[in-house]
């Protein structure tokens, strides 16, 4: 006998088969899902912070945070974005751009507040118009008084960024603004940026843990050096534990934004992003 399949051997196989995919499925679908299958992001709102796209129009930007598969957003004020400069009416209508597209932001910034009482007070209007509800920014240290008063009028959080050794006169690590704001009302709390903060010779998973009652916003990165120059590069290249941040912020349930500034190749950032998004699910998914 032909040990090879006939042609009507072959017909009966393929029937027989496609008459057991019901039931496969069936089977497939009834087994237990993990957790990392339901959430990839383990209750994290794991995003981006559009600075990443900071030399991109809007539209551009738009399309490259729904290709690297984040909807959680922190809106840089540049002018590809959306500015202080531009008025009330164009900061709503380019807000909406990023929520029809299915975006949500969660915070602008960082908004620098060390100019005048009257450019603090338009960063606020600012974030208003566009419809967050946290402010990263970078105060001078004599201002909080006054921003003590803005975030009861206009009942905005602000989430002081932190800018590392070389930001010596003003907030390097997340300690230096929670000294500085601990007496002023609750609102006034931190975005912890991981790098700057390691830089500042901080464990950035402690700090994340000792802060977590007024941490409000984070930047994700990782960096290839310490020191006093700050040195971006793609998630899982670099010297930070991000497996410790991440379980950090798990371990305090927070549920601001996590939202990855990746600063490295600002002209064509998309690729080293997506590396950088996919490395952090695979370290959440072994978690």
Same mark, same amino acid.
């Given at each position: 006998?032909?040990?090879?399949?006939?042609?009507?051997?072959?017909?009966?196989?393929?029937?027989?088969?496609?008459?057991?995919?019901?039931?496969?499925?069936?089977? #497939?679908?009834?087994?237990?899902?993990?957790?990392?299958?339901?959430?990839?992001?383990?209750?994290?709102?794991?995003?981006?912070?559009?600075?990443?796209?900071?030399?991109?129009? *809007?539209?551009?930007?738009?399309?490259?945070?729904?290709?690297?598969?984040?909807?959680?957003?922190? *809106?840089?004020?540049?002018?590809?974005?959306?500015?202080?400069?531009?008025?009330?009416?164009?900061?709503?209508?380019?807000?909406?751009?990023?929520?029809?597209?299915?975006?949500?932001?969660? #915070?602008?910034?960082?908004?620098?507040?060390?100019?005048?009482?009257?450019?603090?007070r338009k960063g606020f209007e600012y974030a208003k118009d566009v419809g967050v509800p946290t402010i990263v920014?970078?105060?001078?240290?004599?201002?909080?008084?006054?921003?003590?008063?803005?975030v009861k009028e206009f009942d905005i959080k602000l989430a002081i960024h932190n800018h590392g050794p070389e930001?010596?006169?003003?907030?390097?690590?997340?300690?230096?603004?929670?000294?500085?704001?601990?007496?002023?009302?609750?609102?006034?709390?931190?975005?912890?940026?991981?790098?700057?903060?390691?830089?500042?010779?901080?464990?950035?998973?402690? #700090? *994340?843990?000792?802060?977590?009652?007024?941490?409000?916003?984070?930047?994700?990165?990782?960096?290839?050096?310490?020191?006093?120059?700050?040195?971006?590069?793609?998630?899982?290249?670099?010297?930070?534990?991000?497996?410790?941040?991440?379980?950090?912020?798990?371990?305090?349930?927070?549920?601001?934004?996590?939202?990855?500034?990746?600063?490295?190749?600002?002209?064509?950032?998309?690729?080293?992003?997506?590396?950088?998004?996919?490395?952090?699910?695979?370290?959440?998914?072994? #978690?």
């Amino acid at each position: 006998m032909n040990n090879s399949f006939t042609r009507r051997d072959l017909l009966k196989a393929s029937a027989y088969a496609a008459a057991a995919l019901p039931f496969i499925n069936l089977a #497939s679908e009834a087994a237990p899902q993990t957790a990392a299958a339901t959430d990839p992001w383990r209750g994290l709102k794991i995003g981006v912070a559009t600075y990443t796209f900071r030399e991109w129009p *809007i539209e551009e930007t738009i399309k490259g945070i729904q290709r690297v598969g984040v909807k959680y957003i922190s *809106i840089k004020n540049v002018k590809n974005h959306i500015d202080i400069s531009h008025t009330p009416e164009e900061r709503k209508r380019r807000a909406q751009m990023f929520r029809d597209a299915g975006l949500v932001p969660m #915070s602008v910034g960082n908004v620098s507040m060390r100019g005048t009482d009257d450019e603090i007070r338009k960063g606020f209007e600012y974030a208003k118009d566009v419809g967050v509800p946290t402010i990263v920014c970078a105060p001078r240290r004599d201002a909080i008084p006054l921003l003590d008063k803005l975030v009861k009028e206009f009942d905005i959080k602000l989430a002081i960024h932190n800018h590392g050794p070389e930001d010596k006169n003003y907030f390097p690590s997340p300690y230096d603004a929670m000294d500085l704001i601990s007496k002023y009302d609750k609102r006034i709390g931190l975005c912890i940026d991981v790098g700057h903060t390691a830089r500042a010779g901080v464990d950035p998973a402690a #700090s *994340i843990i000792k802060c977590k009652d007024r941490l409000y916003d984070v930047h994700l990165k990782d960096i290839s050096a310490l020191g006093d120059r700050n040195t971006p590069i793609e998630g899982g290249r670099g010297i930070l534990n991000l497996t410790a941040i991440l379980k950090a912020l798990r371990k305090i349930n927070y549920q601001g934004l996590a939202g990855y500034e990746y600063e490295k190749d600002g002209k064509d950032p998309l690729a080293g992003l997506a590396e950088t998004i996919g490395y952090t699910k695979g370290l959440l998914a072994n #978690s």
